[in-house]
């Protein structure tokens, strides 16, 4: 066994002439247990808000969109959308039509992101889990429906069980503009709503989804659409979906846009990662204010063991060997505390996300606090902890070789 290894364990577990010793030395194993597990707690938890905020996007956002490079609107007429029609990991493809409206209910008016849609976002889109009031269904016979944010029904009082429209209004594109009656330049359609969904605050606060054919209508097209949602099989690797990216992007040239989900709302998708960043610089942060304790704990063993070195130099022990003895004593203080963290954290983490035993206050889309380990997180707590005990352990040792030499 290594020399230096070996005294470090005995130091370590030994009695002290000093008590206080002990306790210091217990209470900064204790403390870096406890940062520790709140470290990998914490951290599990914003993993599980990140991925209830990515299964809801997904309900919104597609795997892939295809968009013009310039301009608003195309019309998808190329070979290549029936290529990706025929790969069989494309689940659905369909045409949407959107735009920023106004819209007025029973003398409410207000702003909103209208998204016309085909026949086959109506049959298979995800949004049919999400109803809270009324159905997903955008066509009764020949009627146009509306399917409603739950935030933008709430403030104009839209509800699927009244009978009144929601009038639709926009410039006329074609025409001209007329300053001697106004209202005579704007087109406008009128939908009635079948359902309301939620999804998040801010899809909520401003979505309407109608019939494309109602919005080519208000914005006086014919066969354009502003984008073409793709959504894959389920289980379909990130290899492919970059593959399929990829191909699309090759085969429509540089006039079209092919972005995935993150692409298409990267400003989101960044600030999640920063905030996780955050999370991990200010934990560790305690951790290292916690950490000071076991330079204090050893600063006051290297004292009390001044004579155990007097004899070890006497007895041809190298400076360096006194050195690792007490940077290892130090350090073993810390990895026994993230030892005993690890166990706490990761044990905790399990157990919630298992049975789910600390619940959600409120109403909200899930009934416990969401939580997912990481092996990733894990391994960086594991390498930021062991990292600032060992750096912490180098300070009263480096402290007391200068004192000797001076």
């Known amino acids: 066994m290594n020399l230096a290894q070996f005294i470090a364990r005995r130091y370590l577990f030994a009695k002290k002439s000093h008590n206080v010793i002990n306790i210091i030395s217990a209470i900064s194993a204790i403390g870096m247990a406890i940062g520790t597990a709140a470290l990998i707690i914490i951290l599990s938890v914003y993993n599980g808000f990140d991925s209830l905020i990515r299964s809801m996007m ?11 490079a310039t301009g608003k609107t195309f019309v998808p007429d190329d070979s290549t959308f029936d290529w990706i029609y025929d790969q069989p990991s494309v689940r659905n493809m369909c045409c949407v039509l959107e735009e920023q409206v106004f819209i007025s209910y029973e003398g409410k008016q207000s702003l909103a992101r209208a998204k016309g ?3 086959v976002y109506e049959e298979e889109s995800p949004l049919k889990d999400h ?13 146009p429906l509306a399917a409603v944010g739950a935030g933008l029904a709430y403030e104009l009082g839209i509800s699927p069980r009244f009978l009144a429209p929601v009038e639709i209004y926009f410039p006329t594109r074609t025409g001209r503009i007329s300053l001697a009656n106004p209202a005579a330049s704007i087109e406008s359609v009128r939908v009635y709503p079948s359902g309301l969904f939620s999804v998040n605050n801010d899809v909520d ?19 354009e659409v502003s984008a ?3 959504r894959l099989m389920d289980g379909s690797t990130k290899e492919e979906l970059k593959r399929l990216q990829k191909e699309i992007g090759t085969r429509l040239g540089p006039g079209f846009k092919v972005k995935d989900r993150f692409q298409q709302n990267e400003s989101l998708y960044k600030m999640m990662k920063y905030e996780k960043a955050a999370i991990f ?16 704990s050893l ?3 290297i004292i009390e063991k001044k004579d155990d070195i007097r004899t070890l130099r006497s007895m041809g022990a190298q400076e360096g060997l006194i050195k690792r003895i007490f940077i290892l004593e130090g350090w073993l203080i810390s990895l026994t505390g993230l030892a005993g963290g690890l166990v706490l954290g990761v044990g905790f983490a399990a157990i919630q996300q298992a049975f789910g035993i600390i619940k959600m206050p409120g109403h909200f ?8 380990l990481s092996w990733s997180d894990i391994l960086l707590t594991i390498v930021g902890v062991a990292t600032i005990g060992y750096l912490i352990a180098l300070l009263p040792v480096a402290l007391h070789s200068r004192k000797s030499r001076a």
């Open 365 to 372: 889309v899930v009934q416990a606090y969401p939580i997912i």
């Open 58 to 68: 997904s309900n919104v956002e597609p795997d892939l969109l295809i968009t013009p």
């Open 131 to 143: 109803m809270s009031d009324g159905e997903f269904k955008l066509h009764r016979g020949d009627v």
């Open 117 to 119: 849609v085909d026949w």
């Open 205 to 223: 606060a401003e979505l309407l989804i109608v019939p494309i054919e109602e919005m080519q209508e208000l914005l006086e097209y014919e066969d």
């Open 281 to 296: 610089m200010i934990l560790i942060f305690v951790i290292i204010i916690i950490s000071f304790n076991i330079f204090g």
């Open 228 to 230: 073409v949602e793709l």
């Open 299 to 301: 600063s006051m063993l």
